[in-house]
């Protein structure tokens, strides 16, 4: 069943650890190449144009983080990670974008390790005003890491290099195939055999057109995020 929205709102675009959100609430991190239509995906979801999508790829450094609140479920983040691998962004850009992931998922899976860019930059540093712990040791807000590959190219390099590192992280992972509407019959039925070859994961089917898969993805962000669950 659709999930009835109470709000979706656009919070901020982080460029930098210290713009993350620090009210605790559950997070989702969506992760993919650029143009595989995360913001498209978001939209979908929320039935409202809160992200902004681009036929053009490759300009998004930040995080953009999205404050979803449904019907009957608890408020939780969406965290909009960088996209990577566009060529024409270069090396210096594909560094930058991987640099603002590994800062997030630094931030969020590491607890009581603290990497010297975050002290710098301001994140671990410091007492909570509540007490004399660093934010380092509360439990981490990130609930589970969204993977998304476009469901006409299972099994890029990119995106094993992706998995792999996600997988590591040792969080609930989903892998979704977008744009699932743009399959063929015959492109649809190879499809889970490609993704289980590749990742080893059986692929969610997603399309921000026809609204297939985005009843199963809810259910899963509800599965995660519900606080009182
Ligand atoms: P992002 O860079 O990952 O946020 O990708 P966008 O959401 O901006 O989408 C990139 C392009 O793919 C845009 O031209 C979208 O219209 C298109 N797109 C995204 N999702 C879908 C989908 O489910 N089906 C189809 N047919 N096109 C899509």
């Keep these: 069943m659709p999930r009835k929205i109470i709000s979706a709102e656009f919070v901020v675009s982080a460029v930098l650890p210290r ?8 997070e989702v991190a969506l992760v ?9 995906l978001i939209n979908a979801l929320v039935r409202s144009a809160v992200a902004r999508t ?51 998922f630094g931030t969020r899976t590491t607890p009581g390790r603290i990497a010297p860019g975050q002290i710098t930059s301001g994140v671990m540093s410091g007492t909570s005003r509540t007490g004399n712990h660093s934010r380092s040791d ?3 807000p990130l609930r589970a890491v969204v993977l998304t590959v476009d469901a006409r190219h299972p099994g890029l390099a990119s995106d ?23 399959l063929s019959q015959s492109e649809k039925a190879k499809l889970r ?4 070859r590749a990742f080893g994961e059986e692929p969610l ?10 009843d199963e993805f809810w259910q899963a962000l509800r599965a995660w995020t519900d606080v009182r669950a």
């Excluded at 993919?32 to 498209?40: D, F, H, I, Q, Y």
């Excluded at 094993?160 to 743009?182: F, N, Q, S």
């Excluded at 089917?205 to 985005?214: H, R, W, Y």
């Design 19 to 26: 713009d993350f959100p620090a009210d605790g609430r559950p």
């Design 32 to 40: 993919g190449r650029s143009n595989v239509g995360k913001s498209s």
């Design 54 to 104: 681009s036929a053009s790829p490759g300009k998004t450094r930040q995080v953009n983080v999205y404050r979803i609140a449904p019907a009957g479920g608890s408020p939780f983040h969406v965290m909009d990670l960088p996209g990577y691998g566009h060529a024409g962004g270069g090396v210096k850009a594909q560094g930058e974008f991987a640099a603002l992931t590994a800062l997030y």
């Design 138 to 140: 509360l439990p981490s």
């Design 160 to 182: 094993i290099e992706a998995y792999r590192w996600l997988h590591a992280l040792g969080v609930p992972l989903l892998l979704a195939a977008t744009k699932a509407d743009k």
């Design 193 to 196: 055999p490609a993704c289980l």
């Design 205 to 214: 089917p997603v399309s921000a057109i026809t609204g297939e898969g985005l």
